[in-house]
């Protein structure tokens, strides 16, 4: 199937592929404007990536955010969010957004989720309440939120999971993918399905097979970064990728690290998505060109030199590691803007590289020098 | 006393005098630039305008910020800001500054001060250590910190106070202004008088004389709005304020509501400084052109229009009221930093009004439109 026959404004298109390794160079297009991948795709959970303005987000370079259904289902409603004329509006970020299908948070509630054929029971983390999300209503929040790239509602694979389970619950993810492909109304958004499988290559396997089958704008790898060890996941994602389609953006859920992206890039990923470059920055871990920094560190007391000396981002070049530690001391708001601004460009940048290196058709050299570059500090 | 004995680069020019009214129109020269008054300068206690990137703060129209020395003292620490090398390096601010000079702070910590006539000794309200700051090491902290108007150490007369308490109270003040006077080396640096008295008018009086024939480069009233009476301060302030020299700044410290501000300058007030509208932003309470709004009331749940119709401010072009209670009920970083564009702007946007009017020799209808404006809603 085509992706004409899903969503006309939606199109990926394959421009290169490394010789050392599976990466690939790509873009995608959609009606908001066009994503030069691979991508990392910032969290913008509640509407917002935490503490920064939308021109900022773009500024530091991001072409892509990623936005959380079940939050915003939650909160304030997906509803309002069409009443106020859809998520890219309400939050002044006219650039292409992805919602998550809210099956990874329903699935991080535990013990107050009940999952069925038909959907999901549970209850809110807010406030307790009671509420029930189905493949068909995934969908159509994600249409009132009016997201370019829409993601099925699957059901999130634990880890561990024995072969009965995942397998169970892989089948079951292809019937919601189904659901969801026949929920879908609106042809402005693209839908990308999502193979689960746990870590049983067989089924990651057949995963792939079923998902494609149905046909949809792009496919993801779920169910990872849940808790399995490192080498599990990058096993994983190594096998799995190469099944699917060459010409649909490829999606690693929730990866990652900085060495897990530059590896799985190799593997052949087009786009992650992580809230480690946010959350971390507001715990004041930053990244930087040296290895990881944590900006309370009294050493950083009196450094009057800049966080990242590579760094060319507005934090880097205005200000001291001496203001950034006392500023994250002191617990000021501002400490989380300007080490979130660093730490999303951090994350862009690499990107930036990632996509120069295959370019020039050196991908593995580049993956030894970032490594290195990222064994540095500590 | 001419200011040039005092500070060659500090200047204030009185531009127009009120017909209606005691206001007047001036502007004050420093060496990192002009500012226009009757001036608001928002606060930046710990250097940082709480949530906002300084250019945010300028580009609001705020030509001076207010700064701590007390804060800035313990932490983290006039030395480390020298070395950095002052503080507007430091945060990243090129424009005027004023830091108050730690009096009114060590006031506020109540039992963990005590008060001799060398200076202050007091606990540290971070960790409880023992501190001590009198008069000479004030201006010595503000010399580190570099500032363009530097404060007096005084004792700011708590209120409740008799008529002997705030007598020798204001003669301690009075005597610390002239160690103040004699400590100050740095010649780029201007200093202002603070004038007590508590709400007894004869020691106000003697307050100013005694004040002005040190000769200052400004003068400030101190140790109001600190819990006397609206009408005991607004008669302290009608009554004071026009014994102070013309041709000089004069700054009613820690003042405060728009509905103070513009009577003050009524008064001959030319600088003001108040947490409320960085402090309220913080809690939801936003000023508008229409009254005060509690952004967290349900009533804006489903409402996409402006904060303010009438602000040019980022926040109120950008965004409606429903997404602005969203951020807050979500306790979102952003909802501080958009709230605070607004209430700075607001703020801001008050005193280039209030300027206007005086322009216009018509003040006192002026403040009879504003006032009505501010009774509009709630």
């Known amino acids: 199937m085509k992706h004409e026959d899903i969503n006309s404004d939606f199109k990926f298109n394959l421009l290169k592929k490394d010789k050392s390794s599976n990466a690939r160079l790509g873009k995608i297009f959609t009606q908001r404007g066009e994503v030069n991948t691979p991508v990392f795709m910032p969290t913008g959970t509640q509407a917002t990536v935490k503490a920064l303005v939308p021109e900022r987000v773009r500024e530091l370079g991001a072409e ?62 807010i406030d307790g309440s009671k509420h029930f999300i189905s493949p068909e209503i995934a969908i159509e929040i994600q249409e009132a939120l009016g997201s370019d790239i829409m993601m099925c509602f699957d059901e999130c694979t634990p880890y561990p999971a024995d072969f009965d389970y995942a397998k169970k619950s892989l089948d079951m993810t292809i019937r919601w993918a189904r659901r969801c492909r026949s929920a879908k109304k609106n042809s402005n958004q693209a839908l990308f399905g999502i193979v689960q499988g746990g870590v049983y290559t067989d089924l990651r396997k057949r995963g792939v097979e079923e998902i494609t089958g149905i046909g949809f704008d792009g496919y993801a790898l779920g169910g990872l970064s849940v808790g399995e060890p490192k080498e599990a996941m990058r096993e994983i994602v190594e096998g799995t990728t190469p099944l699917l389609p060459e010409d649909k953006p490829r999606y690693l859920m929730g990866v990652g690290t900085p060495e897990d992206i530059v590896e ?39 450094d009057d030199s800049p966080l990242d000396s590579l760094c060319d981002c507005y934090t880097c070049k205005n200000y001291s590691r001496a203001y950034l530690r006392h500023l994250f001391v002191a617990k000021e708001i501002l400490a989380n803007v300007l080490n979130t601004i660093h730490n999303v460009r951090y994350y862009v940048n690499l990107m930036e590289r990632i996509r120069e290196a295959i370019k020039s058709d050196n991908y593995e050299a580049f993956k030894k020098t970032l490594n290195s570059e990222l064994r540095t500090r500590n």
Chains 1, 2 share one sequence.
């Open 64 to 125: 892509i955010i990623l936005s959380n259904t079940y939050h915003l289902y939650l909160r304030p409603g997906h509803e309002i969010i069409r009443n106020i004329g859809g998520l890219h509006k309400f939050m002044n970020w006219d650039h292409p957004i992805l919602t998550d299908s809210g099956g990874f948070q329903v699935y991080s509630l535990g013990a107050l989720r009940k999952i069925t054929e038909e959907g999901v029971m549970f209850q809110s983390h």
């Open 264 to 302: 799985c890039v190799g593997y052949g990923i087009d786009m992650f998505d992580c809230v480690m470059p946010t959350r971390n920055a507001r715990n004041g871990m930053l990244f930087t060109n040296e290895g990881k920094v944590v900006i309370k560190n009294a050493r950083y007391r009196n």
